[in-house]
């Protein structure tokens, strides 16, 4: 196989070398990956932690070791499929918007937990009421620890937040734990389905989660017209959904 076909994934020649490698292994510690990919360790780390954020590794600990293992290209396939629809949802919106300003939508996607990560921070470092809605509750099982220093950040802060999680046992449980926090109300949507994405709006962002357990990623907008336009949506969601 052509390594370099990579390049249309997002992957340069090292991160393409290393995952193949990574393929052929199954799991393995850095040390074994760098010495069949002939790249060297020091290196290989980078190369690795990059590919995390990518969401085209994961690694579990054993014995204090890190042990990588690969995302299976099917899953990639489909991480890809969802960012196209994810981006063709919003593009109606976006071209309109377009028409109306000369001022273009700032579009980025933020990969692995560090992404999720970074939106976290700015929820904390813009203290702007938050809006969240399609919650699916998987965001402790994503993220562990990171997700309950933020909800207590938050709270700190005094940040509101109003949030409709999914009619599922899984939503509901989260629903549960956000019923105890301080500044937050609780509803639930109006029909039970099954979702890995949610959305988030606060300030001019709009933001749409994939709570992916190997691979999340966050697709932000920077856009005040996109994020008031989500936000009169989610007040009409408000209104029919369920407490």
Request: with cysteine; glycine share 4%.
């Amino acid at each position: 196989m052509e390594i370099t076909q990579l390049k249309n994934v997002g992957l340069n020649e090292k991160e393409s070398k290393i995952y193949t490698t990574l393929l052929e292994l199954k799991e393995s510690s850095v040390a074994k990956i760098s010495k069949k990919a002939g790249i060297n360790r020091s290196l290989s780390y980078f190369i690795l932690s990059d590919l995390e954020k990518k969401g085209f590794v994961s690694y579990i600990i054993k014995n204090n070791i890190k042990f990588y293992k690969p995302i299976e290209p099917q899953k990639i396939l489909n991480l890809l499929e969802e960012k196209k629809k994810s981006f063709q949802s919003i593009l109606p919106q976006l071209i309109e918007l377009s028409k109306k300003s000369g001022v273009k939508p700032q579009i980025e996607i933020l990969e692995g937990k560090e992404g999720i990560k970074t939106i976290l921070n700015e929820v904390l470092r813009l203290k702007k009421e938050w809006f969240a809605y399609n919650v699916p509750g998987k965001g402790p099982e994503t993220l562990g620890y990171l997700i309950d220093n933020f909800e207590n950040q938050r709270q700190k802060k005094k940040i509101l937040l109003k949030v409709m999680c999914i009619n599922t046992p899984q939503g509901k449980k989260r629903g549960a734990d956000f019923s105890k926090m301080k500044f937050t109300q609780v509803k639930y949507m109006k029909d039970a389905y099954e979702s890995p994405a949610s959305n988030w709006i606060y300030g001019d962002r709009f933001v749409i989660i994939f709570w992916y357990e190997d691979s999340p990623f966050a697709i932000r907008i920077i856009d005040r017209k996109l994020a008031d336009s989500y936000k009169k949506y989610f007040n009409a969601l408000w209104k029919v959904s369920k407490k």
